[in-house]
């Protein structure tokens, strides 16, 4: 069944045969200020009746809410199957927030450092599912929530479809009102679904996780390695770069197995000629396995980065909410 929150407007109106203007105004009620769709306005009866009869109006149940030290909150959400999934809300500037989403529950790439892909992958998310982790969060925060990142739970890009029409929902002007370029979908490499995406020209932000500059090293960290080897998600990436510009690499920084100098040396030769912004990031591991480097350890990294990759932005990038589980790589689904 057709659920009223899992698209924007243009795709509501085509699935109902109703106006484009009537799919606005529905989803502006809905989505847009979070209102009972009865509450649309200058909507006739028979479509509001069309709308009630067609589609679903199921509802994420929260099961928890966690608040780190640092501002961040973590929320648990129960799916109608009894399926849990997380969200985390990121503080910006004391002004507004972005929301990281999830986009599978569990997830098969099975990365060795993260705590999701130890959960393996039950199943996708429906589009409304994604949109309305957003809804929920909204409906709990007093600042505007002004972007959004597919970096919860799951690969994005093997819910290609799903996570596209979720994402072209909360961009709807109508709708989420979300800025399309502060949209960021995140992927551990499918190379396929990255030549798809270039090639449909989407415009929100891509970032790729890289976590290791070596084909050994990447497989032996992430399995998604054996099936799109480097060589390949490097070729992407390029192609992506020239027709959509910069492309945001992200970096996993664990002590004493990817931050040496040679590591920073093969990410030069990787790289070379590709317009990237390299994000770097401390690994968030509470079973002790791996961990972040130590301040030495970053600064020689930080420098070999800046020789070898000249002119490239490396932007260290903050991972909060690690006090109760709520940072990049912790999101197990479990009630603490
Ligand atoms: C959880 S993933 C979800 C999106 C997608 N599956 C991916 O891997 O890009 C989002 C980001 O978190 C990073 N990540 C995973 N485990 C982490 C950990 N333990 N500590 C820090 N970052 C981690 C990933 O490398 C990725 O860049
Ligand atoms: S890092 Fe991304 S791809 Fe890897 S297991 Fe975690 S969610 Fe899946």
Redesign the pocket.
Known sequence: MLHLVGQDSRALARALGVDLADARRVLGAVVGRGRPLREARNVRRAVLDLVEARCSQARLSRVAVADAQDGFRKYLFQLPDGARVEAVRIPLFDTHHTL?LS?QVG?A?G?A?????RLGLTRNLEPWEIVAQFLEVRADSARPITGA?????????HNYEAVLQAAYALCDPAGGRVDQRRISI????VVPMIRRYTAEGHKFRL???L?AATPEKRAAL?PVERGYPLAELVDAVREHAARRGRVTL???MMGGENVGEEDAAALGRLLSGIPVRL?P?????ATGR?RPPSPDEWRRFRDALARHLPGQPVVRRY?GGKDEHA?????ASTVS
């Open positions: 990281c986009s997830c790439l990365c450092f993260c705590a999701t892909g990142v597919f970096m919860g739970q799951g690969e994005p890009f995140s992927t551990a490499g970032c790729v996780s976590n992430m992200e970096y996993v994000n990031i401390d690994v968030n591991d791996f991972s940072a990049c790589g912790m999101l």
